[in-house]
């Protein structure tokens, strides 16, 4: 992957490579006429923001370009997590709220389909027989890229991500302003159903995921209120320009629908949440933290234990370490300001894999902003 100057491993922030970032992969929005001089006067009026998000696209593809290095058989996921994570703070010039990571790094494996981070002390390892999805985020203003890909070593498991990676490709060239919601679900099913794949000498047939779905996306909002689904039978809700989406699809070889499971790692203040009154001194320390680091966006409990020693010195005392933040997290999540998100999983034996990418409905054309040359 050319990556224009950039050092390995990546050491410069990606605003000091480029004056202008490059675009995404443009799509025309379905049987839509050239555009005219009105809709390009629009589109160009949104300049700034089409700029910001393929900066964050090109931090994306770099971090994830390095990390596709490294993923090995027997790197220990906390390892593996922080690498990413560190990589992607220092190349999008991490400055508080205004630009950073934009959720934590999901590294969901087998039949954990999403929202799967190690939480302290974590000894799990990547094994060879692994199908992990890596799904993370970088944000410039709020703005969001939402891009994901699956690592697996085993070429058994090639039709299973091939069915995900079409399935996701259908669901963007589908995608497009004033496309049915439950249209884009229907054709992502058709693509992801048409395979198969060979485990242990049985022929399975790869199912979409029924409760999963892609997702608009705002300011600082990962989830902006529309809902893409992966199969047929949603939404009849439109798509609208200026809109941005992350079309993501999960494909398994389990039961083909997923429950929460296992130790939650991943929180999201609600966005609007409720002024309710708190009682507990830590819970009221916690959530001034989580308000002054995270805001709205997502994060996880690694990065409460973070001495991260930069923002948040005062009067010499550095790092915002968290201590005993467990209890103060529950009441928070009780109260119903912070929601947990626990990892999404089908049947123990199954495996899922999922691609995910940031698209923009311009209103000159569709900008698959996240794209690489890797997918
Ligand atoms: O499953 S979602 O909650 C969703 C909500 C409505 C439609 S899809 N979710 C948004 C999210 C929630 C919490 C996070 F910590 C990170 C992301 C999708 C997603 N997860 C990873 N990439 N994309
Ligand atoms: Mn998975
Ligand atoms: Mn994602
Ligand atoms: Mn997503």
Redesign the pocket.
């Known amino acids: 992957y050319v990556r224009h100057g950039q050092t390995d491993p990546p050491s410069i922030p990606v605003s000091k490579l480029f004056t202008k970032f490059p675009r995404g992969e443009i799509q025309e929005h379905g049987a839509r006429k050239t555009p005219s001089e009105e809709t390009r006067a629009r589109d160009g009026m949104q300049e700034d923001l089409w700029n910001k998000m393929r900066h964050a696209a090109e931090v994306h593809r770099e971090v994830r370009s390095y990390a596709q290095s490294f993923i090995k058989p027997g790197i220990l996921l906390t390892d593996m997590c922080e690498r990413i994570e560190e990589t992607n703070r220092k190349l999008v010039e991490e400055r508080g709220l205004q630009a950073g990571i934009g959720?934590?790094t999901?590294c969901s494996v087998n039949h954990i389909a999403?929202?799967w981070t190690p939480n302290p002390g974590d000894t799990k390892v990547l094994e060879y027989g692994d199908v992990m999805s890596i799904?993370f985020?970088t944000q410039i203003d709020g703005r969001i890229i939402?891009c994901?890909w699956t690592v697996s070593f085993d070429p058994k498991f090639d039709p299973l991500l091939e069915a995900v990676r079409e399935a996701t490709e259908t669901g963007i060239k589908e995608a497009g302003i004033d496309v049915r919601l439950c249209d884009i679900g229907a054709a992502i099913q058709e693509t992801m159903e048409s395979y198969e794949i060979e485990l242990d000498g049985q022929t399975i047939p790869v199912k979409a995921v029924r409760n999963?779905?892609?997702?608009s996306m705002g300011p600082y909002q990962?989830?902006g209120g529309k809902?893409v689904p992966i199969v047929k039978g949603g939404d009849a809700t439109k798509m609208e320009e200026g809109e941005i989406y992350?079309i993501?699809t999960f494909g398994t070889t389990g039961r083909g629908h997923v429950v929460e499971d296992l130790e939650c790692s991943?929180?999201?203040k609600v966005f609007q949440a409720p002024h309710v009154p708190l009682r507990m001194p830590r819970a009221k320390k916690l959530l001034s933290h989580i308000n002054r680091t995270f805001g709205t966006l997502?994060f996880c409990r690694r990065w409460l234990e973070r001495d991260d020693g930069g923002s948040t010195c005062i009067n010499g005392a550095t790092g915002a370490k968290q201590e005993k933040y467990l209890g103060a997290l529950k009441n928070l999540c009780d109260v119903g300001i912070v929601q947990p998100?626990p990892p999404?999983c089908d049947v123990k034996g199954s495996y899922v894999a999922q691609y995910?990418h940031t698209i923009i409905l311009r209103p000159t054309c569709k900008e698959v902003v996240s794209r690489g040359d890797d997918f």
């Open positions: 959720f934590p999901g999403a929202h799904d985020g939402d994901a999963l779905n892609g997702h990962i989830h809902s992350a993501e991943h929180y999201m997502a998100y999404l995910e």
